[in-house]
């Protein structure tokens, strides 16, 4: 029997900045109430301000605050939200959290949690996707695929596989409790080192093995499923431009993966998706090695940081189509109405506030703000001028993304968006964006993981370049004074009005 409708009409989005906004402006389109949750220094950040309802959550910390699922649920039941988006990061693949709303009778909008958990532990998610033919990174899990309870084992099953060898975090990503070992004599340290690190970051001790794939591609298919058994793949997007295993810069579709490659990689993402039953937004992880041989790393089963360069290039909003999804719909296109659909390329920029040669967070007060505009750009961001970026959180200021009708206009579009863009007041890498996109490999599209690590010389921007920003600030001031100078027409009005900032303006109707 296909599932009943159950129709949304409240909306509590548990997550913060861009996310959160990102999200509200489709609930606002589909004409839903939003409902926001707040640190104390969240108090006058622009989700809290564009949401129709907003709920103070406790201290800045997050584990005091966004991460606390007693105080996300107390939130819906003061404003009556009957749904909870978890936005990406935080509580978004906490099966708990997604369990707890159940419970609740709160529709979650996102995957069950019982595919949370089976995609959520590697070595877990290795032996699903493993059994549904995804093929995945040779390697070892560990005895009964638990792990290696020690170095001495680790060794021994590393020197079957070959070196080199990655030791991996069971529990998570991001780089945490990851060490890359070369030879025999690195493996024990490199094992106590990664042990300690992913008990820091996620509670859990538990490494595995796989073999290091030399100058790989990162490479990502985006999946969708629906209660009605129905599973699509919207193409990849290439994410292979890293930084400590972070990404910085994405796009869509790769540069080097070809129709056939991409249909390759779409059946086994969707054959890793249904083997736990998946419903909503997903994304399945690749490594592409140069011979063409591709391999699963991990699901993330959330809507992906980068998702906007794929709603570019297929001209749709993923977020309404989890609504429509956790209603219980159909999802809206089949697979051959998706194939026929993709146009063009998009390329997205992470800005954050950060200095662009260390790469370390720069938190303050944005003093002044200019973002970049025009055709096929969009920019989605959680902050404005004046807004504070605390030192708690990741301190993203936007994601930048362009469309193009070929890579080349792309990338040639960014260029020009990058230079418009400005930021006073703290440091951000848009000096590192900007160099990136004019480096002849880029440019051409020949990267790997390592580009930043080969590059990092020509990519690290001098003084100079970093002084361009207050350079183009202080244009747009000047230019400003003189509209404020502006001769009056007959009616005593300004011929040509002034600058008005139009991000946030009198959204919020309940703050509690």
Known sequence: MSPPIRPIRRVLVANRGEIAVRVMRTCRERGLETVAVYSDVDRLAPHVLMADIAIAIGPAPAAQSYLVIDKILDACKQSGADAVHPGYGFLSENEDFAEACL???????????????????????RKTVTAAGTPVVPGDNGPDGNGFPNAEMALTSAKKIGFPVLLKAAAGGGGKGMRMVTTEAELAPAFDGAVREAT?????????????????????????????????HLGERDCSIQRRHQKVIEEAPSPVVSPELRAQMGAAAIAAARAVDYVGAGTCEFLLGEGG??????????????????????????????????????????????????RGHAVECRIYAEDPVKFLPSPGKITHLRVPDG???????????????????DPMISKLVVWGEDRARAVARMRRALDEYAVRGIETNLAFHRRCFRHDAFVAG????????????????????????????????????HRHDAPKASNGAASMAAPVNTEISGWRRQLR
């Not at 419970?103 to 909008?109: L, V």
């Not at 490494?207 to 499923?225: C, D, S, T």
């Not at 809206?332 to 026929?340: I, N, S």
């Open 103 to 125: 419970a609740a009778g709160i529709t979650f909008i996102g995957p069950s949690a019982e595919a949370m958990r089976k995609m959520g532990s590697k070595t877990e998610a």
């Open 446 to 481: 020949d990267y790997d993981t390592g580009f930043i690590g080969r590059n990092s010389t020509e990519l690290t921007p001098r003084a100079d370049e970093r002084e361009l920003d207050a350079a183009i600030i202080a244009a747009a001031l000047d230019s400003t004074a």
């Open 200 to 232: 820091a970051a996620f509670g859990d001790g538990t490494v595995y093995l796989e073999k290091a794939i030399i100058r790989p591609r990162h490479i990502e298919i985006q999946v969708f499923g629906d209660q009605h058994g129905n599973l699509v």
């Open 375 to 393: 055709p096929y750009i969009r920019n989605d961001a959680g902050c404005y001028e004046g807004s504070e970026i605390p030192v708690h959180y």
């Open 293 to 342: 041989g591709f391999y699963f790393l991990e699901m993330n089963t959330r809507l992906q940081v980068e998702h906007p360069v794929t709603e570019m290039i297929y001209a749709v909003d993923l977020v309404a189509w989890q609504l429509d999804v956790a209603e219980g719909r159909p999802l809206p296109m089949t697979q051959a109405e998706l194939d026929a659909r993709r």
